[in-house]
């Protein structure tokens, strides 16, 4: 049974950081592409950074380009978002997903197979 747990979101203020993890179970996770996605109230979801199985390929919408670091962790299973410079329009339901053998970063939600159930992070202005 594959799991993706995610956990780190919270209440900040702008300005301010969290370091999002993805804790894989169940699955190959060395040999998984990953990806965050977001979710606001009323929006769709839309990606936010993926990474490919071998950290060699990483891809970042352009909204957090430049604040937003994806990074991976295969030994233990755990993939990372690192927020910075958070805003309140960051505010979002954070997903991560991971899709076998993806041997590139992926933007599109449907080429993930595995989701995980979500983490809060709310950005208060």
């Known amino acids: 049974q594959v799991q993706l747990v995610e956990s780190g979101g919270g209440l900040v203020q702008a300005g301010g950081s969290l370091r999002l993890s993805c804790a894989a179970s169940?699955?190959?996770?060395?040999?998984?592409?990953m990806g965050w996605f977001r979710q606001a109230p009323g929006k769709e979801r839309e990606f936010v950074a993926g990474?490919?199985?071998?950290?060699?390929?990483?891809d970042y919408a352009d909204s957090v380009k430049g604040r937003f670091t994806i990074s991976r962790d295969n030994a233990k299973n755990t993939g990372y978002l690192r927020t910075n410079n958070l805003k309140p329009e960051d505010t979002a339901v954070y997903y991560c997903?991971?899709?076998?053998?993806?041997?590139?970063?992926?933007?599109?939600?449907?080429?993930?197979?595995?989701w995980g159930q979500g983490t809060q992070v709310t950005v208060s202005s």
């Open positions: 997903a991971a899709e076998p053998w993806g041997v590139t970063a992926i933007r599109e939600a449907s080429g993930y197979i595995y």
């Open positions: 169940g699955l190959a996770f060395s040999n998984s592409a």
């Open positions: 990474i490919s199985w071998s950290a060699r390929n990483s």
